[in-house]
């Protein structure tokens, strides 16, 4: 089965800066919703960001407007996730999923529900 792969996090200081990767091989096409979600002890798993490859849309969380940028690079099957300005309630466990891309706004798709494929996922710790 085809894995998703994410990469990138580590330990930043607030108002730092991490670009979190997922490597998609199969899913940047016009068949697929690719979304970046988080985990924080003891909370439930959240949307961060959602991008439709076949027209570059995207979604993002209100937590995160402004401070995180969503993209994708077809050549490299790859996601990316720029994270800047974050803060100490941005900690948690990062994943990259891929979902079936169906005919409602992205914002209805972007939520774990709507994902057949999960990648594990990369820690992203930071320390005020």
């Known amino acids: 089965e085809v894995q998703l792969q994410a990469s990138g996090g580590g330990l930043v200081q607030v108002g730092g800066s991490l670009r979190l990767s997922c490597a998609a091989p199969g899913f940047l096409s016009d068949n697929y919703v690719i979304a970046w979600f988080r985990q924080a002890p003891g909370k439930e798993r959240e949307a961060v960001s959602c991008?439709?490859?076949?027209?570059?849309?995207?979604f993002y969380a209100d937590s995160v407007k402004g401070r995180f940028t969503i993209s994708s690079d077809t050549a490299k099957d790859t996601i990316y996730l720029q994270m800047s300005g974050l803060k100490p309630v941005d900690t948690a466990v990062y994943y990259c999923?891929?979902?079936?891309?169906?005919?409602?706004?992205?914002?209805?798709?972007?939520?774990?529900?709507?994902?057949?494929?999960w990648g594990k996922g990369t820690q992203v710790t930071v320390s005020s």
């Open positions: 991008i439709k490859p076949s027209d570059a849309s995207t």
């Open positions: 999923a891929a979902g079936t891309l169906l005919p409602v706004s992205l914002w209805i798709l972007c939520k774990p529900g709507g994902m057949d494929h």
